[in-house]
């Protein structure tokens, strides 16, 4: 018998909305500015037309959500239709994030206040940092991401109503403003350079693999919260910016004029349009408290609103990094990329994965850091994904989707087919820089699947039996006795729970968590102890010796992100006694990252069961078991 179970559904909506908020949220805090910065005072008409594209974008992610429960996102939906086009629809992905994590670095130190000449640098060292901090696993990420986007909900909640004065002079603004241009195809450029505003939507259909069940329900109540906060406050905050002293007695200035603005370098941009076209939020928290209160309040609103959205930027940061991570992860795991993407370090993260994804970004702002450059490139990967995803599940004719829903999914995919098709045709740097990412991948993609070819036309060697037969064998079924849990790996930390199960007559049980901190993947992706050889070896190697020792023995394989409460979980549900667990090993710094998981363990342990901890090294047999090897529970 094997116990082999996937990670639990444990996300609720009201975890889920803060952190879809914390991806999708962060847009404002340059789509507002660059709104204004493109198109002056007629920025709200072009706000207002893509808040109707957000509302049917985000209603279609419901239907997606529907389709797909167990996550995946567009490789899942588009897998359904054509590898190729999931492929496709993943490595556009990889655009996307790769520019929100160097976007997102580069504005989170314009919102803390840093000084232009040290913002690359700080941003280059800060993704190297959440490198290393997740190459340790880092448990509290998400715990983090979660606190820091409800004070960021908070926050800008508060904004808006102090921005609820300058409603009035902000709706006159823009009620007398007019198109500078009037050309079609302009206007059209217009509202296809703020489209980035839909950026991070595509996560939620990440999240539903980990939602609680029913998923379509989760899902809208996930949603829609979202979009209203999203939709709602951006219009506010729009409309507020053009009541602002310093930009309402303003027509359309000469710095703003198309023209200029593309023959603009970007050390030429006046200070004053960087701060607002940069720090838009910080603007009109800044300005609106001065006007109700006084400067000095004013002056603290700013170093408040800089501080919660720098911090929030940085989240997303570490967010784009972790699913780029994913996107890999679920590609390698596919054979579309080599398989040496899905190898995973102690603490359960792809670390070659891992690499590429702080390269990447890294090596983006070395060669461009100006917000406006980024945002140039950063509209193409999103978009194409979200039409990929919106395609596949129109095409699809196995999904079980209503007629108008499918109508609508066909409209939608059709109108973001267009906004790509127009970045492709306008912006041709992102069009370079996302051809050579794709490039990049199905050049990748083509090597890997004739490498398997030509494996595969090699005859295999006979298999012969293993760990894994030595596991699969029919255990003792447990008796009423005693029950000891091994969560402990190596044939010393075995071959001791053996000897204390038998002089006990107890059933052991050897628990194997396999720990993956990659959240986002697709169905059937997760690890399986099949394709887990440090698994089957420490499972195999408890096996063997529980059968010379002839006590009954039950292996378990899991594959979760949290390691304590899947040994926590396990011991009090098989009802074992006794818990037998290794000293940790791990550096000052990866304890401080990760969590000393003992630690934890034997703080939330119940009452009478009994901790063990053992150091590794040579076991010869326990004759005594000391008091000083039982650790508090």
């Known amino acids: 018998m094997l116990v082999a179970e996937n990670r639990p559904r444990n996300l609720s909506w009201y975890h889920a909305g803060p952190l879809l908020f914390g991806d999708w949220g962060t847009s404002r805090l340059y789509v507002l500015g660059l709104a204004f910065y493109y198109t002056g005072h007629a920025s709200v008409w072009y706000?207002?037309?893509?808040?109707?594209?957000?509302?049917?974008?985000?209603?279609?992610?419901?239907?997606?959500?529907?389709?797909?429960?167990?996550?995946?996102?567009?490789?899942?939906?588009?897998?359904?239709?054509?590898?190729?086009?999931?492929?496709?629809?993943?490595?556009?992905?990889?655009?996307?994030?790769?520019?929100?994590?160097?976007?997102?670095?580069?504005?989170?130190?314009?919102?803390?206040?840093?000084?232009?000449?040290?913002?690359?640098?700080?941003?280059?060292?800060?993704?190297?940092?959440?490198?290393?901090?997740?190459?340790?696993?880092?448990?509290?990420?998400?715990?983090?991401?979660?606190?820091?986007?409800?004070?960021?909900?908070?926050?800008?909640?508060?904004?808006?109503?102090?921005?609820?004065?300058?409603?009035?002079?902000?709706?006159?603004?823009?009620?007398?403003?007019?198109?500078?241009?009037?050309?079609?195809?302009?206007?059209?450029?217009?509202?296809?350079?703020?489209?980035?505003?839909?950026?991070?939507?595509?996560?939620?259909?990440?999240?539903?693999?980990?939602?609680?069940?029913?998923?379509?329900?989760?899902?809208?109540?996930?949603?829609?919260?979202?979009?209203?906060?999203?939709?709602?406050?951006?219009?506010?905050?729009?409309?507020?910016?053009?009541?602002?002293?310093?930009?309402?007695?303003?027509?359309?200035?000469?710095?703003?004029?198309?023209?200029?603005?593309?023959?603009?370098?970007?050390?030429?941009?006046?200070?004053?349009?960087?701060?607002?076209?940069?720090?838009?939020?910080?603007?009109?928290?800044?300005?609106?408290?001065?006007?109700?209160?006084?400067?000095?309040?004013?002056?603290?609103?700013?170093?408040?609103?800089?501080?919660?959205?720098?911090?929030?930027?940085?989240?997303?940061?570490?967010?784009?990094?972790?699913?780029?991570?994913?996107?890999?992860?679920?590609?390698?795991?596919?054979?579309?990329?080599?398989?040496?993407?899905?190898?995973?370090?102690?603490?359960?993260?792809?670390?070659?994965?891992?690499?590429?994804?702080?390269?990447?970004?890294?090596?983006?702002?070395?060669?461009?850091?100006?917000?406006?450059a980024l945002s140039e490139l950063y509209a193409i990967g999103v978009v194409g994904a979200i039409a990929i995803n919106l395609l596949s599940c129109a095409w699809n004719k196995k999904l079980e989707v209503k007629p108008y829903e499918r109508a609508g999914l066909w409209g939608l995919a059709i109108l973001m087919t267009a906004i790509e098709l127009t970045i492709i045709v306008a912006k041709p740097n992102a069009t370079i820089f996302a051809g050579l990412i794709v490039g990049s991948v199905l050049i990748t993609r083509f090597v890997v699947r004739v490498n398997a070819r030509r494996i595969a036309a090699s005859p295999l060697p006979e298999p012969k039996v293993g760990w894994l037969e030595e596991i699969r064998q029919q255990p003792i079924t447990p008796g009423p006795g005693p029950r000891i849990m091994l969560a402990a790996r190596g044939r010393d930390q075995a071959a001791y729970a053996v000897d204390i199960a038998k002089r006990r007559n107890a059933t052991l049980f050897v628990l194997f968590v396999r720990t993956l901190r990659v959240l986002d993947l697709a169905p059937g992706q997760q690890p399986k102890i099949e394709d887990d050889p440090d698994a089957q070896a420490a499972l195999g190697t408890a096996a063997i010796l529980a059968k010379e020792a002839r006590i009954p023995f039950v292996p378990i394989y899991v594959t979760s992100n949290d390691i304590v409460n899947e040994i926590l979980d396990y011991t009090v549900t098989f009802g074992c006694d006794t818990l037998i667990m290794g000293k940790s090993q791990r550096t000052p710094f990866s304890r401080a990252v990760v969590g000393d998981v003992v630690a934890k363990v034997a703080e939330n342990l119940p009452e009478g069961v009994a901790l063990f901890t053992r150091a590794p090294g040579p076991f010869e047999h326990a004759e005594e078991v000391k008091k000083e090897d039982l650790a508090d529970s």
């Open 47 to 372: 706000l207002s037309v893509m808040s109707l594209i957000m509302i049917g974008v985000a209603w279609a992610y419901t239907v997606v959500c529907r389709s797909f429960p167990d996550g995946g996102g567009v490789y899942s939906a588009a897998r359904q239709v054509s590898p190729t086009l999931a492929v496709l629809g993943a490595t556009l992905l990889l655009c996307d994030y790769i520019v929100t994590a160097s976007l997102s670095a580069i504005e989170a130190f314009h919102y803390l206040g840093v000084h232009e000449s040290r913002v690359v640098i700080l941003s280059v060292a800060t993704i190297l940092l959440i490198g290393v901090i997740n190459w340790f696993g880092a448990r509290n990420a998400g715990r983090v991401a979660l606190v820091v986007a409800i004070l960021a909900i908070v926050l800008s909640a508060l904004i808006a109503l102090a921005c609820i004065p300058w409603l009035k002079a902000g709706i006159e603004t823009v009620r007398h403003a007019t198109i500078e241009d009037k050309n079609p195809w302009h206007m059209w450029e217009s509202l296809v350079r703020i489209v980035l505003a839909l950026s991070g939507l595509e996560a939620v259909a990440n999240m539903t693999g980990l939602m609680k069940n029913p998923v379509p329900k989760t899902a809208k109540r996930t949603i829609w919260p979202v979009l209203v906060e999203v939709v709602l406050l951006n219009l506010i905050f729009g409309i507020a910016l053009n009541a602002m002293p310093a930009l309402r007695e303003q027509t359309t200035p000469d710095y703003l004029t198309y023209e200029i603005r593309q023959q603009m370098a970007p050390e030429d941009v006046p200070a004053e349009v960087k701060e607002y076209r940069d720090t838009a939020m910080k603007v009109v928290a800044t300005q609106t408290v001065t006007h109700m209160f006084g400067a000095n309040l004013g002056n603290i609103a700013g170093i408040v609103t800089g501080i919660v959205f720098g911090l929030l930027l940085l989240s997303a940061v570490n967010t784009a990094v972790m699913a780029m991570v994913s996107v890999q992860y679920s590609l390698a795991q596919d054979g579309e990329l080599p398989r040496m993407a899905t190898r995973l370090n102690y603490s359960g993260v792809p670390w070659i994965s891992l690499v590429i994804a702080c390269v990447a970004p890294m090596a983006l702002l070395i060669i461009e850091a100006d917000v406006k």
